[in-house]
């Protein structure tokens, strides 16, 4: 996947939710004028991958309560130059997790968000530019700990409310539900 894919692919989130074309609209605009958009030394803001991984039955998602941000949010970090963001979901989720049996669900993208990541330490504030994709964890579910997180949890989505307030964890809980509705 290249800058290209990824736009195709933003455009065709805008099309899929068109309650979020406003934010579809930022990221090809992020994604054009922004030639270093994947470095993370580009402090301003850069792009992230997220794994939203549910459980084989897709009942529950994992999450990681993050020791900087002190936020239970999905797994996920930084491209560091990959512009493949799929790739980069997966590398992330399976370093953060030790899960290695995912399975992407979905070609497109699940979700996308920008957010403000405070200042910690030497790293000035900035933004996340967060491309997120639904990986079907299907082996083990027995997760290790990395030094990322102060815990992993597998959450049952319909009370994922009781963990967090963050809107696009919330968001893409409901997206998760409604999706998995029967028909």
């Known amino acids: 996947m290249d800058r ?6 933003v455009k065709a989130y805008g099309q899929r939710w068109p309650e979020e074309v406003d934010i579809a609209e930022r990221f090809i605009a992020f994604l054009t ?16 991958g997220s794994a939203w991984v549910v459980n084989r039955a897709g009942t529950q998602v994992l999450l990681t ?4 941000l002190g936020l239970w949010i999905q797994l996920g970090g930084h491209a560091d130059g990959d512009s493949d963001v799929v790739r ?22 699940f979700d996308i968000d920008v957010h403000r ?3 910690y330490g030497r790293e000035p504030e900035h933004f996340h530019w ?18 990322e997180s102060h815990e992993l949890r597998w959450i049952n989505i319909r009370r994922l409310q009781e963990l967090t ?14 999706r998995s509705a029967p028909v």
């Open 88 to 109: 980069v979901a997966r590398r992330e989720a399976e370093e953060e997790s030790g899960l290695m049996d995912l399975v992407q669900e979905d070609t497109g993208f």
């Open 4 to 9: 290209d894919d990824i736009i195709q692919n």
């Open 165 to 178: 307030h963050e809107e696009s964890m919330l968001r893409m809980a409901r997206k998760w539900l409604a």
């Open 65 to 68: 309560h993050h020791k900087k």
């Open 130 to 147: 967060d491309f997120r994709t639904v990986f079907r964890a299907m082996g083990s579910h027995v997760f290790r700990l990395s030094e």
């Open 33 to 48: 004028s922004e030639p270093d958009a994947f470095n993370r030394e580009r402090s301003a803001g850069h792009v992230t």
């Open 117 to 119: 990541i405070p200042p």
